[in-house]
DNA sequence: TCAAACCCTCACATAGATGTGAAGGTCAAC
DNA sequence: GTTGACCTTCACATCTATGTGAGGGTTTGA
């Protein structure tokens, strides 16, 4: 614990702080999802920020999101927004708009079917009382 | 165009209609999230409320929802739907709330992602006004 | 009767996310 | 110094949703 750099962890620590397999770590990187550091030993080195980024990454999957996507829309998530904006081409703006309108679609069609299934649990809870 | 069994369709039309390639219909079918008739040449035939469920159903797989999933609520969303639950044992209310909740968190995950998305647009366009 | 446009089944291929394990380097503790 | 718990890369396997096409039957209309 000295005064600079603290807090860093390697990969079993990441591992386990986001209950994601390392496997699956190294293939984010692959993806160029996030970039840890090297240790001189050649060890991978994390900045604790990266667990947040790793769950939101893992929602974005588990919400349907291809990598690639994620891949775009990562860099709006960064905290000092206002910095990390350096390139931002036509292009890549109708693409998020895109994305985000494609988002919100998902949304909707989740809601929609999520609401339904709540709608039938709560007839069955009504129209067919538990036998106890 | 008799009295009784109008307005069914074969694959190509309702591939037209939800604009899903006909191998994805026999591949929906092969899963059990629709069950088309047959005429007596073996063609399938489509009851015409099929439309709706393919797309709910692509809607549910493009939102990263499995098929093994979808086939467990896609009978919640039967329409009279005081008729279907025949068979609502213990554990498959249970399976289904715990999706429910799943959709609820998937839902929570895209709507963040999506709002940084949209600030992040507004951001550049106020701070980084096109050129021209 | 032939062609075009449908339909069928079967089967192999692909792409993305993930599982699993081999072969081997590093480091801390005993 | 040896062991055990880390880490590395590489590579092959798996599962799911898809693409693609071969080989062949049916229906309709010229």
């Known amino acids: 614990m000295a005064k600079g750099e603290v807090d860093h962890m390697r990969i079993g620590e990441l591992s386990e702080r986001t209950d994601t397999p390392r496997r699956l770590l190294r293939y984010y990187e692959e993806q160029d999802l996030i970039r840890p550091r090297r240790l001189p030993n050649g060890y991978r080195d994390y900045d604790p920020r990266l667990v947040d980024r ?69 007839a069955v809870r009504d129209g067919n009382p538990p036998r106890e």
């Open 54 to 122: 790793v769950l939101q990454i893992r929602g974005l999957l588990d919400a349907g999101l291809p990598t690639r996507l994620i891949r775009q829309i990562l860099p709006c998530l960064d905290q000092p927004r206002s910095i990390h904006f350096p390139d931002a081409t036509p292009e890549m703006l109708a693409l998020l708009e895109h994305e985000r309108d494609r988002m919100t679609q998902r949304i909707a069609c989740l809601s929609r079917n999520r609401d339904a299934v709540s709608e039938y649990l709560e």
